[in-house]
């Protein structure tokens, strides 16, 4: 009794921990929330957030370019989101004459925005349950296979049914991991203009030394605008597009915020996964995040030399480090969070409560092994995606084996083949290669390809090594041995050598092409991937998805059972969410205690000209000399740049409206604090907070920095 009277203990404690900040909740369902809401301090409806009758705020939020969120913040369609959101279309229209990385971008009129080929903009209009027809004679007995089967068919289905009624394009999502469907009706706009960025030095202050880290100093937005046919159509760029009127745009606030102020963010959260049982807590801890942690370490630590030594290497590197690098960062903060806040234990605990509650209803059988389950199945899982960790973070990071994998269909062109293929594989070859050579460095892809082999040979069993590497071992005096004969032979670590190549090709050189030793290394490695390991954690994975539905289901019973005040919110899947929390600081350890603003000052303090990440404009410095801030100043006479908050974000909210108590714009949200990023396994409100640039050094630097009035103009400001 003592025991069961602990343990139910530890698993009230883990629902009681479970504060207003924590959950994305789905709009349409925000009723259950509104009265929250409502005392935490929200002025206004839920209705006013979602409707599907009236215009309300779900009308200005867009999943922006497939991975962000952005928000509308005029009747004539412009759009916010973050600088690192619109990164690549800002290096997409970059030159040498026009760099507008370096210098930032501003159109002065319609006709200087840039149309980017490819962008679209996703606005949700409706969204319904279709949970029973998905599920429509899918009995229990069926096996995985069959039961996905069938929901694979009934989804297509009921799209097809639906087209035939509308307009919007279809998509049905599994929520609560398969216990729920959503059928969401989208309006796709795809003509998006770039309208604005701030140079890098403010877009990317502070870059990938300050990223996931508070306090924070970056002005991290950009700036876009949604076009439309004249009949208000979206339809693909046209020279006869007009800027799109939408049902509603954000107010922005010039009113900043205070300590305990109500915030709501309001965006498209990519992935997280709150429901996992201990054991894979544990292993996503303290098994996988630590290789790739460790792996993605020496390689940046190899980028982190050469880029020093050669700004030009700088440059040529500076995306591929921000890419590596946030993971790396990120994981190094999700094992310390899972460590420090006891996160195995906690899950564990609840377990075991779990496990002890399925055992006093029969009804309850079907959750009553589902632990033991877990555990003998994520055991199996483990070594493969070791191996598949391995294989991404070494063999696949060695970057002239994965451009080698360009030239595969020439490799197996023939005699046979049409001379125009052949003349399109080439085109298509030469501008992977232009690409590919502007930022390569063969020092650092030699030094890489040498450090990550020895890795994978000592940390993998002969049996999970691919073909290639026991063949190291075996035949070469050593890894160094091996990558200087790579180096010497392959053609395709010099531009002029495949330059040579593709000028001259012929069907009879193909043979020599699927020689190449880069391009057979890529192939040995893939061929293990393919053969040897993907279809286990094909097999692995299904049988995880349906023992994590299973679990979720009972969770759901187990909690309405137990703690039925308390809300259980699906785990994030690019749907569109709601989270609430307030502004507040927080202390991250002992003796520390950070504030929940940041100001120009920090920037001053912060600037380094010798440090790329820390370089300030003239411009800049001279605004904040004559503290000429106009009304965009905090009431406190300084210049506000971010703040953070306690709202449960993750991937995808990056750009996300942040709103205040009458849902005007404070705000965008673009990070979280490091020592929170644990947050999409296990979210603790003490340290789990996002951040966000402070709307009003948005609007300083686009007014006062870089003059674009034109653009203020048409903005609703609340002063
Ligand atoms: N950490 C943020 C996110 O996960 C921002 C990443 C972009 N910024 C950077 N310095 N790499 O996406
Ligand atoms: N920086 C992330 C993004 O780009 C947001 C986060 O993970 O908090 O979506």
Redesign the pocket.
């Given at each position: 009794m003592k025991k069961l009277l602990l343990s139910l203990f530890i698993v009230m404690s883990v629902v009681m921990n479970v504060r207003a900040d924590e959950g994305m909740w789905i709009p349409m369902l925000l009723q259950n929330n509104e009265q929250e809401m409502q005392e935490m301090g929200m002025n206004i409806t839920v209705e006013d957030i979602y409707s599907i009758n009236n215009s309300s705020m779900k009308d200005a939020v867009v999943l922006f370019g497939g991975g962000?969120t952005g928000e509308i913040v005029s009747n004539q369609g412009l759009l916010f989101t973050?600088h690192?959101?619109g990164f690549d279309w800002i290096q997409y229209h970059s030159t040498v004459e026009h760099d507008y990385l370096t210098d930032g971008f501003w159109a002065m009129g319609f006709e200087e925005e840039l149309p980017c080929p490819g962008l679209t903009a996703v606005m949700l209009k409706k969204m319904e349950d279709v949970t029973d027809r998905v599920l429509e004679g899918v009995e229990n007995s069926i096996s995985a296979e069959e039961r996905a089967e069938m929901i694979k068919n009934n989804i297509a289905k009921i799209k097809e049914e639906t087209a035939a009624t509308t307009d919007y394009e279809l998509e049905i999502k599994a929520f609560y991991h398969g216990n729920q469907y959503y059928m969401i009706y989208n309006e796709v706009f795809k003509d998006v203009r770039m309208v604005g960025t701030p140079p890098s030095n403010i877009g990317k202050f502070g870059g990938d030394t300050d990223n996931w880290v508070w306090p924070r100093h970056t002005g991290d937005f950009s700036i876009f605008r949604i076009y439309v046919s004249p009949e208000g159509k979206a339809v693909e760029y046209s020279e006869d597009n007009v800027p799109y009127k939408p049902a509603y745009h954000f107010p922005i606030s010039l009113k900043g915020v205070e300590e305990g102020d109500f915030t709501f963010v309001f965006g498209y959260p990519a992935r997280t996964n709150e429901y996992l049982p201990s054991v894979a807590v544990d292993q996503e801890a303290n098994v996988i995040y630590p290789v790739s942690v460790d792996l993605r370490g020496k390689i940046l630590d190899i980028y982190n030399k050469h880029q020093e030594k050669d700004p030009k290497v700088r440059i040529q590197y500076a995306s591929k480090h921000a890419h590596l690098g946030n993971g790396w960062k990120k994981w190094m903060g999700v094992i310390e969070g899972i460590n420090n806040f006891k996160g195995v234990e906690k899950k564990y605990a609840f377990d075991k409560a779990f496990t002890k509650w399925a055992n006093y209803s029969r009804s309850r059988g079907a959750y009553l092994e589902l632990i033991k389950d877990f555990e003998r199945v994520y055991a199996e899982y483990e070594p493969y995606r070791l191996a598949t960790t391995y294989l991404s973070e070494t063999a696949l990071q060695i970057e002239v084996v994965t451009f080698a994998a360009n030239f595969n269909k020439l490799a197996q062109v023939t005699k046979d083949t049409p001379q125009e293929e052949i003349d399109a594989l080439i085109a298509a070859a030469r501008e992977e290669a232009k690409v590919f050579f502007k930022d390569y460095y063969q020092p650092i892809d030699r030094e890489v390809a040498a450090m990550v082999l020895q890795e994978y040979i000592d940390n993998q069993p002969a049996d999970f090594r691919p073909e290639l590497l026991n063949t190291i071992v075996e035949k070469y005096a050593d890894v160094q041995a091996y990558v200087d004969e790579l180096f010497a032979k392959t053609m395709f670590a010099s531009e002029e050598n495949v330059n040579k190549l593709l000028d001259e090709f012929k069907a009879s050189k193909a043979k020599k092409i699927a020689k190449d030793p880069a391009l057979v290394a890529y192939n040995n490695v893939m061929d293990f991937y393919l053969g040897n390991v993907r279809p286990k954690v094909a097999e692995i994975s299904g049988q995880i998805s349906e023992l994590q539905r299973i679990f979720m289901r009972g969770q759901m019973e187990f909690h309405a059972e137990q703690n039925p005040d308390k809300m259980m919110y699906p785990d994030a899947n690019f749907s569109l969410r709601v989270t609430y929390g307030k502004v507040g600081g927080f202390s991250p350890r002992d003796a520390v205690r950070y504030k929940h603003y940041t100001t120009l000052d920090g920037i001053m303090q912060k600037e380094n000209p010798a440090i790329y990440d820390y370089v300030v404009t003239d411009r800049l410095r001279e605004l904040y000399e004559t503290k000429d801030y106009g009304r965009y100043a905090d009431k406190d006479g300084s210049m506000h740049v971010a703040f953070i908050a306690g709202n449960h974000?993750?991937?995808?909210?990056?750009g996300s409206p942040i709103l205040n108590a009458d849902g005007h714009l404070l705000g965008l949200n673009?990070?979280?604090t490091w020592e929170g990023t644990m947050s999409d396994l296990i979210y603790d409100p003490s340290i789990c907070k996002?951040i966000s640039v402070d709307v009003r050094y948005v609007l300083f630097i686009i007014d006062k920095y870089a003059g674009a009035t034109r653009l203020i103009d048409e903005m609703t400001i609340v002063e």
């Open positions: 962000c973050n690192h959101c974000t993750t991937g995808g909210n990056s673009f990070d979280r996002n």
